[in-house]
């Protein structure tokens, strides 16, 4: 979600819109002051921000990661200058590799899977916290994409197979502009501003490459999303309606998501974010959506709130 510029002047004027956050001159000049200050740890600061602004997640907890990306942004746009922090590294790289990985993520280390295997015993289930490292080494090594930090709302998934580990995924927030979706919901911009948070986006799926079981990608997907939205609900207090996901048209077919029933809706412009600036030229993405609950336009434009009957069976 991007930084947004607003025309306006005065203190208590909205210059920046960060997410659904609006910045005030006198805010800016808060967070200067502050990153002026002496800290010994840069969580200190950002808990410290978070706490002037009750700046909080939906799951009650400070939003530290955001606050850390906000800064970012605005020492960017020249506007403060962060204090001087050592480079964040992958937490894995700090102990040369050897890292003490959860036994469900060693199962398949130099092995080969192959089918046809039984499905029915395929389990999806949210990472536990032991197993967040391992997550991201192996995202880190296989995937195109490799790891990133998630800010904000998100959700990690690994599936088993006979107690094995064959996927990991990942959710996030929703991309900010995706115009192939506002058109299929009927969102104007201020309707989505209010009702975004009630997309999911599947920014990472990955099937190590050791992981050869037909029909496993989309049996994945589809039991994935039969659980998504009350697991979103008990970490970040709020459900989900919708599923999203962009596939590099230039790198796949998006074939396991057709084959678990997602909806295609087209290709994007190939705009991609370089900073705070948005630049032509990349890979166009192809736009597949899932609606998680019947009726789940008429919940994204808050129609039920406004006498619709409620609908509670998903698609």
């Known amino acids: 979600m991007g930084?947004?510029?607003?025309?306006?002047?005065?203190?208590?004027?909205?210059i920046l819109r960060y997410r659904n956050r609006e910045l005030t001159h006198a805010d800016v000049e808060y967070l200067r002051r502050a990153c002026a200050a002496r800290w010994d740890r840069r969580k200190d600061l950002f808990r410290s921000i978070c706490?002037?602004?009750?700046?909080?997640?939906?799951?009650?907890?400070?939003?530290?990661y955001a606050c850390c990306d906000l800064l970012m942004r605005l020492q960017e746009r020249g506007l403060l200058t962060l204090p001087p922090f050592p480079k964040r590294q992958l937490a894995g790289r700090r102990f040369g590799g050897k890292i003490p990985l959860p036994p469900e993520f060693i199962a398949l280390a130099g092995l080969e899977v192959r089918g046809p295997q039984d499905l029915?015993?395929?389990?999806?289930?949210?990472?536990?916290?032991?197993?967040?490292?391992?997550?991201?080494l192996y995202m880190d090594r296989y995937h195109y994409l490799g790891d990133r930090t998630l800010v904000g709302e998100h959700l990690l998934y690994a599936a088993f197979l006979e107690n094995e580990m064959v996927a990991l995924l990942a959710w996030a927030s929703a991309a900010l502009n995706a115009p192939l979706r506002e058109a299929y919901v009927g969102w104007d911009e201020m309707t989505k501003r209010r009702r975004l948070h009630f997309v999911a986006n599947n920014v990472r799926f990955l099937i190590p490459p050791y992981v050869r079981v037909p029909h496993l990608a989309?049996?994945?997907?589809?039991?994935?999303?039969?659980?998504l939205s009350a697991d979103w609900e008990a970490v970040w207090k709020h459900p989900v309606y919708l599923a999203e996901t962009f596939v590099d048209a230039a790198r796949f077919r998006g074939v396991c998501y057709r084959a678990a029933n997602w909806c295609y809706l087209g290709q994007t412009a190939g705009r991609s974010k370089r900073g705070n600036q948005y630049t032509y030229g990349s890979s166009r993405k192809a736009l597949f959506i899932y609606p998680l609950r019947r009726h789940a336009t008429r919940w994204l434009k808050g129609e039920h709130e406004a006498g619709v009957p409620r609908q509670t069976e998903q698609a």
């Open 51 to 64: 706490e002037s602004w009750g700046w909080r997640q939906a799951n009650g907890q400070w939003s530290l």
């Open 3 to 14: 930084l947004h510029d607003q025309e306006a002047s005065g203190s208590h004027a909205v």
């Open 218 to 227: 989309s049996k994945v997907l589809a039991q994935n999303l039969r659980r």
């Open 120 to 136: 029915r015993g395929l389990i999806v289930r949210p990472i536990r916290p032991e197993e967040r490292l391992g997550w991201r």
